[in-house]
């Protein structure tokens, strides 16, 4: 019997025995979270939110096998959502050109989500614990205190945190930016 | 709205903009302190990042003051009509915009607090004056949802009270040599 007290990976592993209930449980747990990323993270229209939010969590359903630990069931949802915003943005920007207001529209929108690509990627490569805290302060736009509390953090050392991952993040995206050399060796 | 024009409204007769968006303003003007004190320090390490969380919170705060005028607006709208469920319901609206006016001036001030932690000595005064501003926005906040009707017996009024209580300690810590 699932309760709210229950954990995340009790939760999974009710879904994973076919627990129609755990489903919703979890749907119950994560919608929140996954609407803010899905609203906040990358402004997804009003009108499409639901669709992607649904189809977030229909990917899940049939990829749960792909989970590898019941307790990182948040991050694993954030990833798929994540990409689903990204192929949601792409899909709308590739519409016919007739959509399109002027065509230097559909280049810049392109830009911008190659540039969220970039960033995602580059996000892939810190560390758990970077990812997270700027997930939830610039994407689910959650005040410090909630971070502090969320991810047991001593008070006043978030914005700090969030500052020291971010130059993380832009050295990652740095990196990817040089130019790659005949030697093969980025100058 | 400029400046000019929002002090004219301020100091005159109608009900808003009142004290919401005065404290929302003054948030604005603290993480403009906030980021004078990031430039002058030319870091483009930790503290330079910092620029992103003022951005981030100035995006948030957009629309914070506003929320507080509205609701307000809506609450007494409802109050003169007399129905009990349309005043439970705006009231409360009310008070939620307080809180979350609240916690951004709360996370401004500890904004603030962690830039003058890492500015430049010559920038941390403006930072240091950023927190101050930010508590007292955090303070007229938790003291308008503390005037609110649902106050005595809803327990976001005592929570803007702790977000305020907090913003001062910010402040407090930013002020310390």
């Given at each position: 019997m699932l309760t709210a007290a229950s954990t995340d990976g009790q939760i999974v592993a009710a879904c994973r025995a076919g627990d129609q209930d755990a489903w919703r449980a979890l749907i119950a747990r994560f919608?929140?979270?996954?609407?803010?990323?899905?609203?906040?993270?990358?402004?997804?229209?009003?009108?499409?939110?639901?669709?992607?939010?649904?189809?977030i969590f229909v990917k899940a359903y049939r990829r749960l096998d792909d989970l590898r630990s019941d307790d990182a069931i948040g991050p694993?949802?954030?990833?798929?959502?994540?990409?689903?915003?990204?192929?949601?943005?792409?899909?709308?920007?590739?519409?016919?050109?007739?959509?399109?207001?002027?065509?230097s529209d559909a280049d810049a929108g392109m830009d911008l989500v190659e540039r969220a690509m970039d960033v995602d990627a580059a996000l892939q490569q810190l560390p758990e614990a970077c990812r997270?805290?700027?997930?939830?302060?610039?994407?689910?736009?959650?005040?410090?205190?909630?971070?502090?509390?969320?991810?047991?953090?001593?008070?006043?050392?978030?914005?700090?945190?969030?500052?020291?991952c971010l130059s993380r993040l832009r050295a990652e995206l740095e990196g990817r930016d040089q130019p790659v050399g005949a030697s093969g060796q980025t100058s | 709205m400029d400046i000019e024009q929002l002090i004219e409204r301020l100091a005159g007769s109608d009900p808003t903009p009142a004290a919401g968006t005065a404290a929302a303003t003054v948030l604005?003007?603290?993480?403009?302190?906030?980021?004078?004190?990031?430039?002058?320090?030319?870091?483009?390490?930790?503290?330079?990042?910092l620029a992103a969380q003022i951005a981030a919170l100035r995006r948030r705060l957009a629309t914070d003051g506003e929320r507080v005028e509205l609701t307000y607006a809506a609450a007494l709208a409802?109050?003169?009509?007399?129905?009990?469920?349309?005043i439970g319901e705006h009231v409360g609206e009310a008070l939620d915009a307080l809180l979350v006016l609240a916690g951004s001036?709360?996370?401004v001030a500890e904004l603030a607090r962690t830039v003058a932690d890492s500015c430049a000595p010559v920038a941390r005064p403006d930072a240091a004056s950023a927190a101050i501003l930010a508590a007292a926005a955090a303070a007229v906040a938790a003291h308008l949802a503390g005037?609110?009707?649902?106050?005595?017996?809803?327990?976001?009024?005592?929570?803007?009270?702790?977000?305020?209580?907090?913003?001062q300690a910010s402040a407090a810590a930013a002020l310390a040599p």
């Open positions: 919608d929140r979270y996954i609407l803010g990323i899905i609203r906040h993270g990358y402004r997804v229209p009003e009108q499409d939110a639901e669709d992607v939010f649904q189809e694993w949802l954030a990833g798929i959502a994540r990409h689903t915003c990204l192929s949601r943005m792409r899909t709308r920007i590739a519409e016919p050109a007739e959509h399109v207001d002027h065509p997270e805290i700027l997930e939830r302060f610039f994407r689910l736009e959650q005040p410090y205190s909630q971070i502090a509390q969320e991810l047991s953090l001593p008070p006043g050392t978030v914005a700090s945190r969030i500052s020291r | 604005d003007m603290a993480l403009a302190l906030s980021t004078k004190a990031v430039i002058r320090t030319s870091d483009a390490g930790p503290t330079g990042a409802a109050l003169a009509t007399g129905e009990r469920v349309s001036a709360t996370d005037l609110n009707l649902l106050a005595p017996i809803d327990e976001r009024a005592a929570r803007a009270r702790s977000l305020a209580t907090a913003a």
